[in-house]
């Protein structure tokens, strides 16, 4: 189980992201968040396995979060803004989502997500999401393509 926290200051953002947490058994989306103080305050005493995570937020941003080195989680990011991108990536976050996402690229981020935890859990303890392909699971078509996006969004 990958448990997981939305920070995200729209209502129907926040909203559609819990949706399509709610739809797949490997997560667990154990809170919700309006600002990235509220989020940092409970990762203090709730560590968790990834942060869905907006950029334009009230008081804090996203990047100004992720920037303070508190966030120890996976992080995915989740904004309209493409051109933040590059930095995300040098912040280290897992995948980077731009709004309106597809639940089919949510399965993406959620399947790279997996394969990083899955090199950081001890043998035997895998996660299954059940879903991915065997392409996606081996860094096949998909995943290449999904890396061409960003690389193009590096440019």
Known sequence: ?????VVEDEPLA???LAGYIGRLPVLSLIGT????VEALTFLGDHPVDLVFL????GGWSGMELLETSAVSSQVVMTTAYQEHASKAFDLKVTDYLLK???FERFVQAIDRVRTFLERAEPAGESIELGRST???RDGGVDARR???RVDELRV
């Open 1 to 5: 189980m990958i448990t997981c926290i």
């Open 14 to 16: 926040r909203e559609r």
């Open 33 to 36: 968040f309006e600002s990235a």
């Open 54 to 57: 907006d950029i334009q937020l």
């Open 100 to 102: 309106p996402f597809t």
């Open 134 to 136: 065997r392409a996606e």
């Open 146 to 148: 999904s890396h061409r």
